[in-house]
């Protein structure tokens, strides 16, 4: 049984920073490919970052590039997404998943956590 749990959401002001760590039990992230999707209300969920197994290689949508930084600590078995320079349009539920696929669509991904609230306030 694999189980994905997310922390580190709430709420913060424009401008400022949080990080959400991804911790995992029943897979060994560091053989798989882990990602960070996030879903606004009333839109579809969509792709923020993803790391490649042990390899460290990072890839990012756009609209984050440079100020959101993914990153893993294996001896931990977590997942991390810093998130800097927070925007209201960041605010969003963010998932973690985990696959076999380097890719940014969601149907690829086998295991999700449930989730966690970031509200950025302007």
């Known amino acids: 049984q694999v189980t994905l749990t997310e922390s580190g959401g709430g709420l913060v002001q424009a401008g400022r920073s949080l990080r959400l760590s991804c911790s995992a039990s029943?897979?060994?992230?560091?053989?798989?490919?882990m990602a960070w999707f996030r879903q606004a209300p009333g839109k579809e969920r969509e792709f923020v970052a993803a790391?490649?197994?042990?390899?460290?290689?990072?890839l990012y949508t756009d609209s984050v590039k440079g100020r959101f930084t993914i990153s893993r600590d294996n001896s931990e078995n977590t997942v991390y997404l810093q998130m800097n320079s927070l925007k209201s349009e960041d605010t969003a539920v963010y998932f973690c998943?985990?696959?076999?696929?380097?890719?940014?669509?969601?149907?690829?991904?086998?295991?999700w956590g449930q989730g966690t609230q970031v509200t950025v306030s302007s």
């Open positions: 998943a985990s696959g076999s696929s380097y890719s940014t669509l969601g149907s690829d991904y086998e295991y």
């Open positions: 029943g897979r060994t992230l560091n053989n798989y490919v």
């Open positions: 790391t490649w197994r042990s390899t460290g290689h990072t």
